[in-house]
């Protein structure tokens, strides 16, 4: 079981930054894959970034690419989401996910084949 508390949400101007955590409870972190993924009002939720167990293997929504960097660090349990330029486009609850890995490479990109999820992040890009 794995439990997982975002936080780092808040209201920015568009072109501003934010870094989002996760911590991740429990001594198995490393065994999971992790994903952030965001919900619009209105909308379905969205897959935003994703980081294999290894670190080394990353995938971005073309949306956020070249704006936004998922990294983790397993000795803290805690997996990150640099935001920068953001838009108003951006704002959404933001999740993060995990996901059992059975190799240090693979990633996931689909909600369903993340199996624990954090109770979300509010982030809001207006002027």
């Known amino acids: 079981q794995v439990q997982l508390v975002e936080s780092g949400g808040g209201l920015v101007q568009p072109g501003g930054s934010l870094r989002l955590s996760c911590a991740a409870s429990?001594?198995?972190?490393?065994?999971?894959?992790m994903g952030w993924f965001r919900q619009a009002p209105g909308k379905e939720r969205e897959f935003v970034a994703a980081?294999?167990?290894?670190?080394?293997?990353?995938f971005y929504a073309d949306a956020v690419k070249g704006r936004f960097t998922i990294s983790r660090d397993n000795a803290k349990n805690t997996v990150y989401l640099q935001m920068n330029i953001l838009k108003p486009g951006d704002t959404a609850v933001y999740y993060c996910?995990?996901?059992?890995?059975?190799?240090?490479?693979?990633?996931?990109?689909?909600?369903?084949?993340?199996?624990?999820w954090g109770q979300g992040t509010q982030v809001t890009v207006s002027s």
């Open positions: 996910a995990a996901a059992s890995a059975p190799t240090y490479n693979i990633l996931f990109r689909g909600a369903d084949d993340y199996d624990y």
């Open positions: 429990g001594r198995t972190f490393s065994s999971y894959a």
């Open positions: 980081i294999s167990r290894g670190l080394s293997n990353t």
